[in-house]
């Protein structure tokens, strides 16, 4: 087995994980707590940033989701969940892939940060407001692509709709899903529906410190 995948429950290496099980690819899990960096910190020498996923196949490694769910795609010629150069849709792919980090998970890490990891007067529920509305805000371009689709691209599942709907779940665990529009909490519960993405939520002990926070949105 070449696969390593380093993991917390709920965090961004879920997107990963819920890939491998689509895949149906063989994988070691490393289940650390959250943050690893805090929390075990013998992680810094697996991986300096202390992030999660940490993703290991043979002599490679990757640090990001999203290009680690693109990755797969190529390195495994597991093209029933990609798009192709050669598509008409491989633009709007590809942006989607990109868009579900920069974009729409980027402002949830610092609520998350500012609502559990610091403390003190170092919490800043301001710019958790802020950054809340700077999350809703951006999935206007979700909600308006998903008028009449049920899938992202191509009319059939891809990793740009693990990558996009992992966004939308962990706004549902930080409790801003009411602010989600009919069609994006549609698209959120067909996904959830799938019976990988209920594997890979349900792999493992850890607790989830998202869950924990959640009440802090509510």
């Known amino acids: 087995m070449s696969i390593t995948l380093y993991h917390c429950k709920d965090s961004r290496s879920l997107r990963v994980l819920w890939a491998l099980e689509e895949m149906n690819l063989d994988y070691q899990l490393i289940e650390l707590p959250f943050p690893p960096r805090v929390l075990q910190k013998e992680y810094l020498q697996v991986n300096p940033l202390g992030t999660v ?17 693109h990755y797969l795609v190529e390195r495994y010629g597991k093209r029933e969940f990609g798009v192709g150069p050669d598509h008409p849709e491989y633009a709007g792919y590809l ?41 809703t805000g951006r999935l206007r371009l979700l909600d308006a692509h ?32 009411k602010d989600y529009s009919p069609q994006a909490l549609a698209y959120l519960q067909r996904m959830k529906a799938r019976p990988a993405f209920i594997k890979a939520v349900d792999l493992g002990e850890a607790v989830s410190v998202m869950r924990e926070i959640k009440p802090a949105f509510d």
């Open 95 to 135: 942006n989607w892939l990109f868009y579900s980090d920069a974009t729409i998970t980027f402002p949830q890490t610092v609520m998350i940060r500012y609502t559990m990891i610091e403390s003190g007067e170092r919490r800043l529920p301001q710019a958790v407001e802020d950054y809340r509305a700077f999350f």
């Open 146 to 177: 998903l008028q009449g689709r049920e899938y992202l691209v191509d009319e059939r599942f891809t990793v740009a709709d693990i990558c996009v709907a992992y966004a939308l779940y962990l706004g549902e665990l930080l409790g801003v899903a």
């Open 53 to 69: 996923p940490y993703f290991i196949d043979g002599d490679a490694w990757m640090t990001e989701s999203s290009g680690i769910c």
